[in-house]
């Protein structure tokens, strides 16, 4: 009786799935358009908001920089969610491409699905440039952990860099 017990625990323990990461980058952002996400051309954690870009939210067109995180993985479940939690070093505005605005916070939670079992994810991320008019340089640090089922998959961290001038 004791030897089913035992071997019963066992099967139970086995994990039904175990994502992998692999080819985690993150940086500044190349090839943004309105048919393609682009892909992480510079790994790198410091992002100088340049302004280079264009970007769209609410219908208005800003000047923007690009950047973001990517990665291959496999042994997801279908439509498996990722959780994500991000602390900023002080209170920023998030907009989406939407135009839905969060009111200044230094916390912020976002949600995205792997849809397939194995495949690549890109998130594109974007800041506005600073057009506050201050000669001030502002530097944004942006620490993220991402986990599913309560276990971490994985974390990065950028630091957005604003001054005017540009």
């Known amino acids: 009786m004791k030897k089913i017990l035992f071997c019963l625990f066992m099967v139970i323990s086995i994990p039904a799935f175990s994502i992998e990461i692999e080819n985690f980058k993150s940086g500044l952002m190349c090839g943004i358009n309105k048919s393609d996400m682009g ?23 800003f000047k923007c920089t690009w ?44 949600s995205f ?10 998130n594109p991320q974007y800041s506005a440039l600073n057009v506050s008019g201050d000669n001030k340089v502002k530097r944004v640090s942006q620490n993220v952990v991402c986990s599913t089922d309560g276990v971490e998959l994985y974390r990065y961290k950028f630091i957005s860099i604003y001054s005017a001038g540009f």
């Open 39 to 61: 892909w992480v051309c510079f790994e790198q954690e410091e992002i100088q908001i340049t302004g280079q870009s264009s970007c769209v939210s609410g219908g208005k067109e």
């Open 113 to 122: 699905y792997l849809h397939d079992k194995e495949g690549y994810f890109i």
């Open 67 to 110: 950047y973001g995180h990517s990665f291959n993985y496999k042994g997801a479940k279908p439509n498996q969610k990722i959780d994500c939690k991000s602390s900023e070093s002080e209170p920023i505005k998030s907009i989406n491409l939407d135009g839905v605005v969060k009111e200044a916070s230094k916390y912020f939670e976002f």
